[in-house]
């Protein structure tokens, strides 16, 4: 049997918090914000959690974590 292990890219982008659920950031705010609006870019600041219809994908990309 090879060894579990976890998406390189899914460590570096989710983080598990105590009650089970994954924080994520947003998306679509890293570059080309000159034809974004100012209120769209607001709303995209800070953190989300990943919703629960994804979560069984979570759980594969990140094993240890106790999904």
Same mark, same amino acid.
């Given at each position: %049997?090879?060894? /579990?292990?976890?998406?390189?890219? @899914?460590?570096?982008? *989710? &983080?598990?918090?105590? +009650? #089970?659920?994954?924080?994520? +950031?947003?998306? *679509? $705010?890293?570059?080309?914000?000159? $034809?974004?609006?100012? $209120?769209?870019? &607001?709303? !995209? &600041? #800070?953190?989300?959690?990943?919703?629960?219809?994804? %979560? =069984?994908? /979570? =759980?594969? /990309?990140?094993? *240890? @974590? +106790? !999904?």
């Amino acid at each position: %049997m090879p060894k /579990m292990k976890s998406k390189s890219s @899914a460590k570096k982008r *989710f &983080r598990v918090r105590p +009650g #089970g659920t994954v924080k994520r +950031g947003h998306a *679509f $705010k890293r570059h080309i914000l000159t $034809k974004k609006t100012t $209120k769209n870019k &607001r709303h !995209l &600041r #800070g953190i989300t959690a990943v919703h629960e219809t994804n %979560m =069984a994908s /979570m =759980a594969q /990309m990140l094993p *240890f @974590a +106790g !999904l």
